[in-house]
């Protein structure tokens, strides 16, 4: 991933620096067999506690609406209707200011075709067209929808727009067989996809993970791949990131990190040079910054650990 | 491979044919066309001669079938000139005639006037006229899918006027098979034999279709044919290609004089002769067929593809190309020889030739599957990478290649070195290997269509075989499949590609056992009761079980049995009588004589003795084994012990199924199949809590059984738990070779050599996992680094860590790591 500055990234959790808050929408459709309900249910779960413990989202601004509220009320706001969705963006809306970063993430069943492709819910299925309606107040906030649901592909087209990044599970609509992006996905996204090992996870990094992982899933199994993640914006994927693990609470922690964040900053400058360089000059430079950054960290561990 | 005989798939042309075989025919024309039908070839023209100028038709077909061409197109020539009613089948006839001749030019001009006619008016025209149509577009109609099209309707519309009719459902069929359509083809014999189930021509379709679709009935089916028409010439060419595959030589050469005493005009005789003369090394016997060829063909192409085709399946490629390469240069324009050319030049690897020479074949036949299947796969292989590693040039899917040649190069080396000294015989190098991600490109590349049961080919110095990933973890062992197809290279090498197909096979399984334990098929329950049983092959037929088995084990039954043949011969006789009587059948002895001049022995005493050296060798096994009856399952006391055992762990007593067990064990310790006691046994031990003990007893089944993934992944987790990492290692690097895509084994492999202190393995280890694709790659490299650093190598760690770290430079692990080796670093030290 490209590195950004600190500050350009959208990150929960940051003790000393009151930046953007992050706000998380998950909505677990209808399930239609056992299976999926565990399935569906378990990686709301997942999503569900890293946003609370990792990325230092408030309860407040964490709604889980599930197809059955009595399956986990401890975490369950809400059924998963069509009217509950719109009162849930509705109070996303005024929770946050502009700046703040909403994710959305839909799990279950698929439907229907462009404007028209739905979310299975029970009652009414909300349509990308509602989406679309519920996201209008949301302006000038950062948002992501993650339709992980089979047959989502035309949510990319009907949703996408100007500081909304959408992703979904299939090339298109007709992708509506058993879908396993939503479980690769949310592991990437809760831990697994940093591949850079910066502390966060961007939704690009996510989304390439997934993508990868889901092929080798049916590479592996010998099957046919039936399933082709979308992603309706890269550049803005690449910005959005949040965090793997929690905040610091420790002044002198905090600021190392931020130290730290600067020299990856400069790596990053460094490694976009790299081509118009002598070798030699930027494996030096490349050396002596990674030295810089790995003593940081040897500081922050030392803190830590309670080491002086 | 069939060879596509288009021009010898006969015109017996009785407009006629619909009477079932039995029933009286009532007119001069349908007894005239029961005789031929039944093969009574010199009565039927008598019978036609007799009959005047009612009959010329009859006599016409009656002369083309006994390859009396001039008179044919005499006799059918007045009729065509005529306006009777059956000028039009005449000249359909004279048509189908001209273009066996050669005669394209002729032969277009008489179909044209008839099937301009026809699509003028042929809806007026009785159904006799209508299958005349349907024989005129058929002769257009290799490669040309308007005319197989047109023909195809005609046919059609006879059957819509008569729906009595054999011959148009007889034709399409033939239409439908030189298309290579089995399906549709296989429907429209049945509708013939569910009117006349003895009717000869659809019995030979059927046993085309058979032959098509690999399945072994196809001898048999042949056979009936022959019973109800010997004289039917595409039988007998059949009948002779298929004793050519079992490589019963003699058998196909009287064949082949079968077909020439009913119609010495006929290319299939002409080529059953040539290839058994040519396969023998009988270059004047070639010569004469070949000019018996000429005399009757003027460019006869399809000769030659036909015996390059049958030498193909003999093994002898680069040969098989130069019959090919013959046929192409008396005849440019044909497909078969363009096609066999261009199929057997890629498997001796020249593989931009070939895949021009099929580019062509596949312009002027677009239906051939085999040309069109090849070719999507050489643009399929065009994103395969190629590694060349010492005297191996490995070529695997992409993704694939740099793990699986990690592993199969250094294997193929020791293979190699192994092999020589074996068999006194280093073959040419580079020899290429290529694996495939999925087993029907494997099986395109072998045969030309999906649905090869092999799991790989040896064409000499290229081999072809399933990648690791084409099949699930546990269907086989692609390091000794490697090892196997490595040892034809040798075998085939060494003979000159003449040695039989049951004696390579015995010797790639043989070396395949010598290479590491439990490798190479080993005894079944099943094959020790059809020992028993007397229902294994007989030496002298040992060939029959790898192209015609009788039944669904025994492919499998006669592997075992020759690789038992060649162990008792280097046993009783030596390493040195295996590599002579290699060398005896480059010399082109056939197996009686090779026996005789290398071992001294005839084939039945060969036989004798290898029953009293397997009674003596599995005597406790077959004690525990009932002779096979050839239906049912195996039974004796061994299953009897092994149902009891297994009632008694579902019943939940292992202590009782235990004694049980251990005396099936004593009793057979090579059984792999379902329910093995060793297997039962190392479960109740670990159950118990005695992982030793268990992890023991899986050791000694996995030393049985090549593929056994389960069994060794729980042998390797006893092992892990036990800390036994020498006994963790060498499970671990046994399930590579089962299945090696798993990134999790190549980890656990390197945590088990790094307690072990083996840097060699760790790194390699460590390597593998990044070849895999793990998700997390750069975890994946910093161990690869820090193996680095164990295996003495600080520089490359470095490396490899700043590469690490460049990528992700807030990597903690990482970054401790070069801070670790800045450390150790000298001043102003790299």
């Known amino acids: ?308 | 491979m069939p060879v596509r005989i288009v021009a010898m798939v006969l015109a017996l042309g009785m407009t006629g044919s619909r009477m079932p075989a039995g029933q009286v025919a009532q007119s001069p024309a349908a007894r005239v066309m029961a005789l031929a039908e039944t093969g009574r070839l010199a009565d039927a023209e008598r019978m036609a001669r007799d009959g005047g100028a009612a009959l010329l038709v009859p006599l016409g077909e009656v002369l083309a079938l006994q390859g009396k061409l001039a008179a044919a197109d005499s006799v059918l020539a007045v009729v065509a000139r005529g306006s009777g009613p059956e000028q039009r089948t005449a000249a359909a006839a004279l048509a189908e005639l001209a273009a066996r001749r050669g005669d394209f030019p002729g032969a277009r001009r008489l179909v044209d006037g008839l099937t301009a006619s026809y699509e003028r008016d042929g809806d007026r025209w009785p159904a006799r006229d209508r299958v005349a149509a349907g024989r005129a577009y058929a002769v257009l109609a290799s490669g040309d899918a308007e005319a197989a099209r047109a023909a195809l309707s005609a046919f059609d519309a006879a059957i819509a006027a008569d729906g009595g009719l054999l011959e148009p459902r007889l034709r399409t069929g033939d239409l439908f098979l030189d298309h290579y359509n089995a399906p549709d083809a296989e429907a429209s014999y049945q509708e013939v034999l569910a009117r006349a189930p003895e009717n000869a021509r659809a019995l030979l379709g059927m046993a085309r279709v058979q032959q098509f679709q690999g399945n072994p009935h196809a001898f048999e089916t042949v056979q009936r044919s022959l019973r109800v028409n010997p004289a039917l010439v595409s039988a007998l060419v059949l009948e002779g290609e298929l004793f050519l595959d079992a490589e019963a030589h003699d058998s196909a050469a009287a064949l082949g004089h079968r077909v020439l005493a009913v119609d010495s005009s006929a290319l299939g005789g002409w080529a059953l002769i040539g290839a058994t003369a040519f396969l023998g090394g009988d270059s004047a016997g070639f010569r004469k067929a070949s000019t018996g060829a000429r005399r009757f063909h003027p460019r006869p192409a399809a000769f030659f593809a036909m015996i390059a085709e049958w030498t193909a399946r003999h093994r002898r490629y680069a040969e098989s190309v130069q019959l090919a390469r013959e046929g192409v240069t008396v005849d440019p324009e044909s497909s078969e020889a363009l096609g066999v050319l261009g199929m057997n030049e890629l498997r001796i690897g020249a593989m931009d030739s070939g895949r021009a020479h099929l580019d062509r074949a596949f312009a002027r036949d677009p239906f051939h599957v085999w040309y069109k299947n090849t070719l999507d796969l050489l643009d399929e292989m065009a994103k395969f990478r190629t590694i060349t590693a010492g005297r191996f040039q490995i070529v695997a899917p992409a993704g694939q290649a740099d793990l699986l040649s990690m592993y199969l190069a250094p294997l193929l080396e020791e293979a190699y070195d192994t092999l020589v000294a074996r068999y006194e015989y280093r073959p040419p190098t580079p020899v290429r290997i290529e694996l495939y991600g999925r087993h029907a490109d494997f099986s395109v590349r072998t045969a030309g269509l999906t649905g090869l049961g092999a799991l790989g080919v040896s064409f000499g110095t290229v081999l072809a075989m399933d990648a690791p990933s084409a099949r699930d973890a546990g269907d086989f062992n692609w390091g000794s499949t490697a090892w196997h197809e490595l040892t034809h290279t040798f075998t085939l090498g060494l003979s000159g590609h003449k040695v039989p197909r049951w004696f390579s096979e015995g010797l790639s399984v043989v070396e395949e056992r010598r290479a590491r334990p439990g490798w190479g098929a080993g005894p079944s329950l099943a094959f020790l009761a059809a020992f028993k049983g007397d229902k294994l092959l007989a030496m002298n037929r040992l060939n029959e079980g790898f192209v015609r088995p009788s039944h669904p084990s025994e492919i499998q039954f006669s592997y075992y049995q020759a690789s038992l043949v060649c162990q008792m011969i280097e046993e009783q006789w030596g390493r040195t009588a295996l590599v002579a009587m290699l060398r005896a059948y480059g010399d082109g002895l056939d197996t009686p004589g090779v026996f005789q001049r290398v071992l001294g022995v005839s084939e039945v005493e060969l036989g004798r003795r290898f029953v009293n050296w397997f009674r003596q060798r599995f005597a406790g096994p077959l004690q525990g084994v009932e002779a096979w009856d050839g239906r049912s399952a195996p039974k004796g006391e061994f299953v009897t012990l092994l149902h009891e055992a297994g009632g008694s762990l579902q019943a939940g007593r292992p202590e009782e199924a235990r004694p049980k067990l251990e005396r099936a064990a004593a009793m057979f310790p090579q059984y792999t199949g379902e329910g093995a006691p060793l297997v039962l046994l190392a479960d109740i031990r670990a159950r118990a809590g005695d992982r030793k003990g268990a992890a023991d007893l899986l050791e000694r089944y996995n030393a049985v059984d090549e593929s056994s993934w389960e069994p060794n992944q729980r042998e390797a987790e006893l092992r892990e738990q036990l800390q036994d990492w020498s006994g963790a290692r060498k499970v671990l690097e046994r399930m590579i070779w089962i299945s090696p895509g798993e990134p999790t084994l190549h980890e656990r492999l390197a945590v088990a050599a790094e307690h072990l202190g083996d840097h060699r393995t760790a790194l390699r280890e460590r390597r593998a996992v990044l070849a895999v694709g793990p998700a997390d790659v750069s975890e994946a490299r910093y161990q690869l680094a820090r193996a680095m650093l164990a295996a003495g190598d600080p520089v490359g760690a470095r490396r490899e860590v700043l590469q690490v770290l460049e990528n992700a430079p807030g990597f903690e692990k990482a970054q401790a790591l070069l801070l670790e080796l800045a450390n150790r670093r000298p001043e102003g030290g790299p």
């Not at chain 1, 506690?49 to 369950?76: F, H, K, M, Q, T």
């Not at chain 1, 679309?132 to 996408?160: C, H, I, Q, Y």
């Not at chain 1, 010998?222 to 949040?242: K, M, P």
């Open chain 1, 1 to 308: 991933m490209t590195r950004l500055a600190a500050a350009l990234l959208v990150a929960g959790g940051l003790a000393v620096q009151q930046g953007p808050a992050t706000h998380v929408l998950i909505v677990s459709g209808l399930s239609g067999e056992p299976q999926y309900a565990t399935a569906f249910h378990a990686v709301a779960t997942q999503v569900f506690d890293a946003a609370r413990s990792r990325w230092g989202v408030s309860d407040s601004s964490l709604i889980y609406l599930a197809e059955d509220p009595a399956g986990d009320p401890a975490r369950i706001r809400g059924k998963a209707t069509r009217d509950e969705l719109a009162s849930a963006f509705g109070r996303l809306t005024r929770r946050s200011q502009p700046g703040d970063l909403v994710v959305v993430l839909l799990l279950g069943h698929g439907s229907g075709q462009g404007a028209e492709s739905r979310l299975s819910l029970p009652g009414p299925d909300p349509s990308a067209a509602d989406f679309v309606e519920w996201m209008k107040p949301l302006a000038g906030r950062t948002t992501v929808l993650v339709n992980a649901a089979s047959g989502s592909g035309d949510f990319v087209a009907a949703v996408g727009g100007p500081d909304r990044l959408v992703i979904t599970a299939t090339k298109s609509a007709f992708e509506r067989n058993e879908s396993v992006f939503a479980e690769i996905f949310a592991k990437g996204l809760t831990g697994e996809a940093d591949a850079d090992k910066d502390g966060r996870v961007s939704m690009l990094e996510a989304f390439q993970y997934a993508r990868r992982e889901v092929a080798k899933h049916y590479e592996s199994k010998g099957l046919l791949q039936t399933e082709h993640a979308l992603l309706s914006d890269s550049t803005l994927a690449r910005t959005v990131a949040l965090e793997t693990s929690a905040a610091p609470s420790d002044p002198r922690v905090a600021g190392l990190i931020a130290e730290r964040r600067s020299l990856e900053a400069q790596v990053d400058a460094l490694r976009r040079k790299k081509a118009t360089m002598d070798s030699v000059a930027y494996e030096h430079e490349l050396e002596r910054l990674l030295l810089l950054l790995a003593e940081k960290t040897a500081a922050i561990k030392a803190i830590q650990e309670g080491k002086p």
